[in-house]
């Protein structure tokens, strides 16, 4: 949302106005702070091994008292998170016009990713303005009888942020990183989708990397370990100690943007790096039994690997072959030119 918030802040004719949640708030600030955004309201919601439950109730609770106070002419939300999916029928329920902003992901698979597959389809419906990334989930929205005039196609505003990012000349914040040789094969792992660690399928993707780790000596990995103490829990038990094997708090997005311009390639189950990491020509291999971004996995730079140790394995040492490894980093991404928030403020300021 940050390039968007931007783009709003450039024109006259828009007051906006910024509500957090702080469902994760340590992740929050971060990225307020680097691209130099205030929140004019926060709702604080974030305590300790919330529940799903819990964080729908206080963010609609929240968000409903926040509405009837200020009755803007529209809501923007972005993604699928819990928060999004509460603020839009909070919305809805104050009869609100709603922006959807990356409407029409699917992956048609209502556990996978879980909560986030059935938190698009609730928002969908209720948004006035669909602003999809691309023509496939344009043809989602069609699909779920979203009306047409209601959809426009924008690429993803987090190809904008990448962009914006991704041109600045900076050091490394994380003292950490600045131990990881890019000379070497770098693998950048981020995991912590809710349905890999419930199942405990995490835990064969860290076998997967001690292995890597101990066959090949040309290759180091860098992990963010995510916040998620059931998360952080596996990592401490499976993963081996090894100076190749770097582990690190969540990275500031400058930093994420660094890792990824200058690794190898990148494991995730992250929605959002399936996007990026394509703008610099870097592999994705996807760690999930199904993903929502199909236009990746249709460009040949991204491909689903899912999470045993042995398939994981397998599709990474194949990327170590030069013509394997060519195939995929092309330097093309399906899902934006970095301009999508000048076309969803001018979309507003013509439809509003």
């Given at each position: 949302?940050?390039?968007?918030?931007?783009?709003?802040?450039?024109?006259?004719?828009?007051?906006?106005?910024?509500?957090?949640?702080?469902?994760?708030?340590?992740?929050?600030?971060?990225?307020?702070?680097?691209?130099?955004?205030?929140?004019?309201?926060?709702?604080?919601?974030?305590?300790?091994?919330?529940?799903?439950?819990?964080?729908?109730?206080?963010?609609?609770?929240?968000?409903?008292?926040?509405?009837?106070?200020?009755?803007?002419?529209?809501?923007?939300?972005?993604?699928?998170?819990?928060?999004?999916?509460?603020?839009?029928?909070?919305?809805?329920?104050?009869?609100?016009?709603?922006?959807?902003?990356?409407?029409?992901?699917?992956?048609?698979?209502?556990?996978?990713?879980?909560?986030?597959?059935?938190?698009?389809?609730?928002?969908?419906?209720?948004?006035?303005?669909?602003?999809?990334?691309?023509e496939i989930?344009?043809?989602?929205?069609?699909?779920?009888?979203?009306?047409?005039?209601?959809?426009?196609?924008?690429?993803?505003?987090?190809?904008?942020?990448?962009?914006?990012?991704?041109?600045?000349?900076?050091?490394?914040?994380?003292?950490?990183?600045?131990?990881?040789?890019?000379?070497?094969?770098?693998?950048?792992?981020?995991?912590?989708?809710?349905?890999?660690?419930?199942?405990?399928?995490?835990?064969?993707?860290?076998?997967?990397?001690?292995?890597?780790?101990?066959?090949?000596?040309?290759?180091?990995?860098?992990?963010?370990?995510?916040?998620?103490?059931?998360?952080?829990?596996?990592?401490?038990?499976?993963?081996?100690?090894?100076?190749?094997?770097?582990?690190?708090?969540?990275?500031?997005?400058?930093?994420?943007?660094?890792?990824l311009k200058?690794?190898?390639?990148?494991?995730?189950?992250?929605?959002?790096?399936?996007?990026?990491?394509?703008?610099?020509?870097?592999?994705?291999?996807?760690?999930?039994?199904?993903?929502?971004?199909?236009?990746?996995?249709?460009?040949?730079?991204?491909?689903?690997?899912?999470?045993?140790?042995?398939?994981?394995?397998?599709?990474?040492?194949?990327?170590?072959?030069?013509?394997?490894?060519?195939?995929?980093?092309?330097?093309t991404n399906?899902?934006?030119?970095?301009?999508?928030?000048?076309?969803?403020?001018?979309?507003?300021?013509?439809?509003?």
């Amino acid at each position: 949302m940050a390039p968007l918030i931007l783009e709003l802040g450039k024109k006259r004719l828009f007051q906006t106005q910024i509500i957090v949640t702080a469902q994760h708030r340590e992740m929050l600030d971060q990225i307020m702070r680097t691209f130099g955004i205030a929140s004019d309201l926060d709702l604080n919601i974030m305590t300790a091994d919330q529940t799903l439950d819990q964080i729908l109730t206080k963010v609609h609770l929240g968000i409903g008292v926040l509405l009837e106070k200020y009755t803007p002419d529209v809501v923007l939300v972005q993604g699928d998170t819990t928060t999004a999916m509460a603020t839009a029928l909070a919305a809805y329920h104050h009869q609100i016009k709603l922006g959807h902003v990356e409407a029409g992901l699917r992956s048609f698979d209502k556990y996978n990713p879980f909560p986030e597959e059935i938190n698009r389809t609730i928002i969908d419906p209720i948004a006035d303005f669909a602003f999809a990334p691309t023509e496939i989930s344009k043809a989602n929205l069609i699909k779920a009888g979203v009306e047409k005039d209601k959809i426009f196609v924008t690429g993803n505003t987090v190809i904008d942020a990448l962009l914006q990012i991704g041109r600045e000349d900076y050091d490394l914040e994380d003292k950490m990183l600045k131990k990881v040789n890019f000379q070497k094969r770098v693998i950048l792992l981020t995991t912590h989708r809710r349905e890999n660690y419930l199942t405990n399928e995490i835990k064969s993707i860290m076998e997967s990397l001690n292995y890597l780790i101990n066959k090949h000596k040309n290759v180091e990995v860098v992990l963010p370990v995510h916040l998620n103490p059931n998360v952080r829990k596996v990592v401490a038990d499976t993963l081996q100690k090894d100076t190749r094997l770097h582990l690190v708090e969540p990275m500031v997005y400058r930093d994420l943007v660094k890792v990824l311009k200058n690794c190898y390639l990148v494991l995730t189950d992250s929605g959002g790096i399936q996007e990026e990491a394509p703008t610099f020509g870097k592999p994705v291999l996807i760690l999930r039994k199904v993903t929502e971004r199909l236009e990746g996995i249709a460009a040949g730079v991204a491909k689903l690997v899912g999470t045993d140790k042995r398939v994981i394995v397998q599709e990474v040492e194949k990327l170590f072959e030069r013509t394997e490894y060519e195939k995929m980093a092309k330097k093309t991404n399906p899902y934006g030119d970095g301009k999508a928030s000048e076309k969803i403020v001018k979309i507003l300021e013509e439809r509003l």
